[in-house]
């Protein structure tokens, strides 16, 4: 798994930000379907966070099914296309909801949105290109 | 066993001045708890009665069950906010001392983590920087196969890439089934090393917290709750 720095933020719990931050290289091509991921102890040290907060990170990837353990191999990255689906669905409306509501705030009205977003996509010169997203 | 240090209405006074007043805390194993507070709010106070090296003047104390004494000195590694090396040693002096001295101290994990912090078993320990000197009592500290490691301090006073190369190593070298307890009042770079903290403030326990805890309840990060607890 490579490794790519990670800047968090420490008002918000550490263990929902390493599972964007895995999920994030998921959809991303970065770790691929059935990928094996880095042992606890290895992303604790690389990432110099406690093991137990990576421990709870998987579990959670675990319960979601992004993640599975084979048992005396490791962990790697589900299989199945549409879990990996699902969690571009679940990013996309992260995106949406966030932009949304920064619309209705400067005044738009949903039709509005609408045809601000239509006209945009049509004006976008490299579809599919990736876009910086303002978290603040 | 589930817990590892227990203390009970733990006071420790001196004449009318009270360094520790009726501190109660539970430590699981596990752990990798940091304890923080301003100078003399008493973290090292504490560290030393868990030591041994103070008795407290009320209140009972036992790590794994085990009342302080000798049986239970022999599970907790102590490093102390001065060195415990003399100036004549060389490195590979200090790594002898401390095997001779402990029965528990593991010399092919000392090695490694020799090489891991960059120090050279032929160097002075007298003229080693203080992050190095820092170093260097760390893989001391770490090296014994303890149940319970007390750190006061190891962080204090040296640059961020020192720093960093000693959280590497905690996170490291650690085992699971022991806890750490980390003095510290640099919160900010180390407080995602944290499973757990207890603020200590003029000889009391004020919070005791899961980080991730604080995060969720509050939104906010250990080092800010650390300074609004400490504001005056």
Not at chain 2, 159 to 164: K, M, Y
């Amino acid at each position: 798994m490579p490794i790519v720095s990670i800047e968090f933020d420490n008002n918000m719990p550490i263990y929902l930000q390493i599972m964007n931050y895995i999920k994030r290289q998921i959809v991303t091509g970065t770790l691929k379907p059935g990928d094996k991921i880095l042992s606890v102890r290895e992303l604790a040290a690389e990432l110099q966070i406690n093991p137990n907060t990576i421990q709870r990170t998987f579990q959670e990837l675990e319960r979601e099914e992004i993640v599975e353990t084979r048992r005396g191999l490791g962990r790697y990255v589900t299989s199945e296309e549409s879990k990996i689906m699902a969690i571009k669905k679940e990013m996309a409306g992260a995106l949406l909801d966030q932009f949304i509501i920064g619309m209705q705030e400067l005044g738009f009205a949903d039709q509005d949105i609408v045809s601000i977003v239509a006209e945009a996509v049509t004006e976008s010169p490299e579809p599919g290109q990736e876009r910086g997203v303002n978290h603040t | 066993m589930s817990s590892l240090l227990q203390m009970n209405s733990i006071t420790k006074s001196y004449g009318s001045k009270f360094a520790l007043n009726d501190v109660s805390l539970e430590i699981g194993p596990g752990k990798i708890v940091g304890l923080l507070g301003s100078n003399g709010s008493g973290k090292s106070t504490l560290m030393k009665m868990v030591t041994g090296l103070l008795q407290p003047t009320r209140g009972t104390l036992t790590v794994t069950g085990l009342p302080v004494g000798l049986k239970s000195k022999a599970l907790v590694s102590f490093m102390p906010d001065r060195p415990l090396t003399e100036s004549w040693m060389k490195v590979r002096d200090a790594i002898t001392f401390f095997q001779e001295f402990y029965d528990d101290f593991d010399i092919v994990k000392a090695r490694e983590m020799l090489q891991f912090m960059k120090l050279n078993e032929s160097d002075r320990v007298s003229v080693l920087s203080k992050g190095m000197s820092e170093r260097l009592q760390l893989t001391l500290a770490l090296s014994r196969d303890a149940r319970l490691y007390l750190l006061d301090e190891p962080i204090g006073g040296v640059d961020p890439v020192a720093r960093g190369k000693i959280l590497d190593a905690i996170v490291e070298y650690y085992n699971e089934d022991s806890s750490i307890i980390i003095s510290t009042h640099l919160v900010r770079d180390i407080e995602r090393i944290f499973d757990e903290v207890v603020f200590i403030r003029e000889g009391e326990i004020v919070m005791h917290e899961e980080v991730e805890n604080i995060r969720i309840k509050y939104g906010k990060s250990v080092d800010d709750m650390f300074k609004e607890v400490y504001a005056e």
